[in-house]
Structures are given as C-alpha cells and as structure tokens.
T-cell receptor
C-alpha cells in the first residue's frame, strides 16, 4: 500500500522569504504522479504543482518548485517570495496510474506567512 | 471551464432527515470522487465512479448512498446520519488511466452538520 508522510505539522515564514515543505512517500509503483495541493481557509482544494514520476526534471510553477528525488522517494515543495495569500494547509498527494486514479494524501502542513 | 460545482455549500440536517449533496463538472472527466474531510485532517476517499459505474467504495456505511446519473453529475444521498458524520464533503473529478495531465479538480465542498 502507498503511504505519504509530511513530517512538519506547522510552519511559519516571513513575507518575501523562502520556505520548503517536506514530503516522503512509499510505493512499489514505477508510474505515478505526485501533487502539492493548497487548501486555504476558504476550503477550496487548489492544485499547486504536479510531478510525473517518469520525468527527471523538477516541476516549476512561478514561485513554486519541487525537489523530486525518486530513489529517495522524496518530494519537497519550495515556495519563494512568500506572500500572505500563501497561508494555507498544504497537502502532498500520490496518485498511481490505473483505470481509477486514487489520490492518497499526506497529513498536511499548515503554513502561516507572517507580515 | 475547470470548475467543479458543489451544492449546497452548507447543510444542517437532523438524524432522521434525508438529504442529497450534488456535484457537477463539465471538463469531460470520466472519474468522479467523494471525499470526507474532518477539521485539520486530510481528505479521506469515500467513493470513486469510473465511466458512471461505482469502482471503489472505501467501506462507507450504507447511510451514505452515491449516485452518478451521467458523466457530468455526481450525487451523495444521506439518510439517518450520525453527529460524527459532520464534516466537509468534497467532490472531485479527473481523467482516467494514464492520460497526461491527470490531476484531480476539487469543488468547494459542502459543510455538513448533523444535529
């Protein structure tokens, strides 16, 4: 069975600084996706960034980037130039590619961006 | 259109009531999901529909009854719920299988309170 672990329940960062959220996962699959989702107090789950396991290049979306280490089964999220609107719960998620794509979530990291 | 629309946004129901949650998407996704989320916890998968057929039931009590009338709609019928069923119910949709850009899009959720 797949598991996703986020070891940082809460983190805090000053506005404009950089922060890294950690995620590790366990799987025997070779073909899968990894995601970071953001859930602000408005409760909408929003996709931040996606990484396909077969791609060696780390995904980047504007201020968000990942460090994907497939052999180590590690998938960390770096947020640069943190903004107040980045305050949210961040979930790391794993999806193995089957007929039915099931998302498995980590326990989440609550990020607070301080002014 | 990359929206998943859920109604209602809030619902208060008694333990003897019958109510339904609705979810709609027009992205051509053939997989639709119901998740239950307690406060400060990750979403927990309840049901998955693939091509309008129930493909995963994560041992959910029968007082929750899902229905997928067509490829755009997903319902969750509620009957004789317990106070511990109070939670945020999230609907999501995605492409199936190994289609690229497979990611789950989430609705804003229905905040359910059982009294």
């Amino acid at each position: 069975a797949q598991t996703v672990t986020q070891s940082q329940p809460e983190m805090s960062v000053q506005e404009a600084e950089t922060v890294t959220l950690s995620c590790t996962y366990d799987t025997s699959e070779s073909n899968y996706y990894l995601f970071w989702y953001k859930q602000p107090p408005s409760r909408q789950m929003i996709l931040v960034i996606r990484q396909e396991a077969y791609k060696q290049q780390n995904a980047t979306e504007n201020r968000f980037s990942v460090n994907f280490q497939k052999a180590a089964k590690s998938f960390s999220l770096k947020i640069s130039d943190s903004q107040l609107g980045d305050t949210a719960m961040y979930f790391c998620a794993f999806m193995k590619l089957r007929i039915t794509n099931k998302l498995i979530f980590g326990t989440g990291t609550l990020l607070a961006v301080q002014p | 259109d990359t929206e998943v629309t859920q109604t209602p946004k809030h619902l208060v129901m008694g333990m003897t009531n019958k109510k339904s949650l609705k979810c709609e998407q027009h992205m051509g996704h053939r997989a639709m999901y119901w998740y239950k989320q307690k406060a400060k916890k990750p979403p927990e998968l309840m049901f998955v529909y693939s091509y309008e057929k129930l493909s995963i039931n994560e041992s959910v009590p029968s007082r929750f009854s899902p229905e997928c009338p067509n490829s755009s709609l997903l319902n969750l019928h509620l009957h004789a719920l317990q106070p511990e069923d109070s939670a945020l119910y999230l609907c999501a949709s995605s492409h199936l299988g190994t289609v690229r850009n497979t990611e789950a899009f989430f609705g804003q959720g229905t905040r359910l309170t059982v009294v």
